[in-house]
């Protein structure tokens, strides 16, 4: 299926929207992504989040991610716990580092290079006022991926390259950051321009780090050191209680708090990573708004969105190494 059909399919059953009401806000989001375009450009593979871009199209219709994995082997995310974590989600370096200690002791998967990535997700957005119906998605990606292995893009890793830099990464959290920023460039190797300013180091340490979590295959060890070294970066938070992720299950959320401020007419929102309350391993992603939003249009109507709202969200299902595209486990 391509991507202009999963576009589509994702917003069949949405009404039409009117264009006049729809073109103010998709002036200001052409223009947010025009200044954006450079430092979203960090992603585990561009091709992993055709999804993403069906709810952007979602966002910016009220308004006018990859390749993601969960445990090791072929084994679904778990299910919601229903219980607190281990331990209290008042210091997201106190989680992190305890997230560290319990990933390290699952075990890897042993991919070879003429196999697939089966990825199961499950996304929904905030649709005219409510939270629609998430909608699942099935894709298959190559392990070992020539095209995504010879470093002409700067961030376009394969999952075989990902796997292995993770399981090469050193102890020391300084040397982890250093080398996750090599690996995935703020700007893809390129020279920051005058709207799209040099990522700070925090930020660009956080999102390097997330891009990795959402690893598959994983390689715990590496994950673990990795987790070690976020702990390390000042700016990370974890929201105090446990989360629902699109699939109902409940999560840790992390965060990286850069006090940075959202595009005009665009409310606040906080990106979230969202892992397993038992095991640490990533379930999926969320975007929440941080400020009550109003937005009002020529003909006298108006859109509002609350704080604490979940304006979009992803969530994995199914993670799995097969023998072929198509293939399910």
């Given at each position: 299926m391509d991507e202009m059909t999963r576009v589509r399919d994702f917003r069949a059953h949405a009404p039409t929207p009117d264009p006049a009401r729809l073109a103010p806000g998709r002036q200001r989001l052409l223009e947010a992504a025009g200044r954006g375009a450079r430092t979203r450009r960090m992603r585990s593979d561009w091709r992993l989040v055709v999804a993403g871009a069906a709810v952007a199209v979602t966002v910016a219709a009220f308004a006018g991610g990859h390749l993601v994995g969960g445990g090791a082997g072929t084994t679904?995310?778990?299910?919601?716990?229903?219980?607190?974590?281990?331990?209290?989600?008042?210091?997201?370096?106190?989680?992190?580092?305890?997230?560290?200690?319990?990933?390290?002791?699952?075990?890897?998967?042993?991919?070879?290079?003429?196999?697939?990535?089966?990825?199961?997700?499950?996304?929904?957005?905030?649709?005219?006022?409510?939270?629609?119906?998430?909608?699942?998605?099935?894709?298959?990606?190559?392990?070992?991926?020539?095209?995504?292995?010879?470093?002409?893009?700067?961030?376009?890793?394969?999952?075989?390259?990902?796997?292995?830099?993770?399981?090469?990464?050193?102890?020391?959290?300084?040397?982890?950051?250093?080398?996750?920023?090599?690996?995935?460039?703020?700007?893809?190797?390129?020279?920051?321009?005058?709207?799209?300013?040099?990522?700070?180091?925090?930020?660009?340490?956080?999102?390097?780090?997330?891009?990795?979590?959402?690893?598959?295959?994983?390689?715990?060890?590496?994950l673990a050191r990795l987790y070690r070294a976020l702990a390390t970066v000042e700016g990370v938070k974890v929201v105090d209680h446990l989360v629902e992720d699109a699939a109902g299950r409940d999560a840790i959320a992390l965060y990286f708090d850069g006090g940075g401020q959202g595009s005009a007419g665009f409310p606040e929102t906080r990106d979230e990573l969202l892992l397993d309350p038992t095991t640490y391993t990533y379930l999926g992603t969320r975007s929440t708004v941080i400020e009550d939003h109003v937005e009002e249009f020529p003909d006298g109507s108006r859109y509002e969105l609350r704080k604490g709202q979940v304006l979009w969200d992803t969530a994995v299902l199914r993670t799995a190494l097969v023998d072929a595209e198509g293939r399910r486990p």
């Amino acid at each position: 299926m391509d991507e202009m059909t999963r576009v589509r399919d994702f917003r069949a059953h949405a009404p039409t929207p009117d264009p006049a009401r729809l073109a103010p806000g998709r002036q200001r989001l052409l223009e947010a992504a025009g200044r954006g375009a450079r430092t979203r450009r960090m992603r585990s593979d561009w091709r992993l989040v055709v999804a993403g871009a069906a709810v952007a199209v979602t966002v910016a219709a009220f308004a006018g991610g990859h390749l993601v994995g969960g445990g090791a082997g072929t084994t679904a995310p778990p299910a919601s716990s229903s219980i607190r974590p281990h331990v209290e989600l008042t210091d997201a370096a106190t989680v992190l580092r305890h997230a560290a200690d319990t990933v390290e002791l699952i075990p890897d998967p042993a991919p070879r290079a003429g196999q697939w990535v089966y990825v199961r997700t499950r996304q929904g957005a905030t649709e005219n006022g409510g939270h629609q119906k998430a909608d699942t998605q099935e894709a298959w990606y190559r392990y070992a991926d020539p095209e995504s292995e010879n470093w002409k893009e700067g961030d376009d890793h394969s999952p075989r390259e990902r796997f292995r830099f993770l399981a090469s990464l050193p102890d020391d959290p300084e040397k982890v950051l250093e080398k996750i920023r090599w690996f995935y460039p703020s700007d893809a190797g390129g020279e920051p321009s005058g709207d799209a300013p040099e990522e700070p180091r925090n930020a660009h340490n956080y999102r390097a780090a997330s891009v990795l979590v959402e690893s598959y295959p994983m390689a715990h060890e590496g994950l673990a050191r990795l987790y070690r070294a976020l702990a390390t970066v000042e700016g990370v938070k974890v929201v105090d209680h446990l989360v629902e992720d699109a699939a109902g299950r409940d999560a840790i959320a992390l965060y990286f708090d850069g006090g940075g401020q959202g595009s005009a007419g665009f409310p606040e929102t906080r990106d979230e990573l969202l892992l397993d309350p038992t095991t640490y391993t990533y379930l999926g992603t969320r975007s929440t708004v941080i400020e009550d939003h109003v937005e009002e249009f020529p003909d006298g109507s108006r859109y509002e969105l609350r704080k604490g709202q979940v304006l979009w969200d992803t969530a994995v299902l199914r993670t799995a190494l097969v023998d072929a595209e198509g293939r399910r486990p």
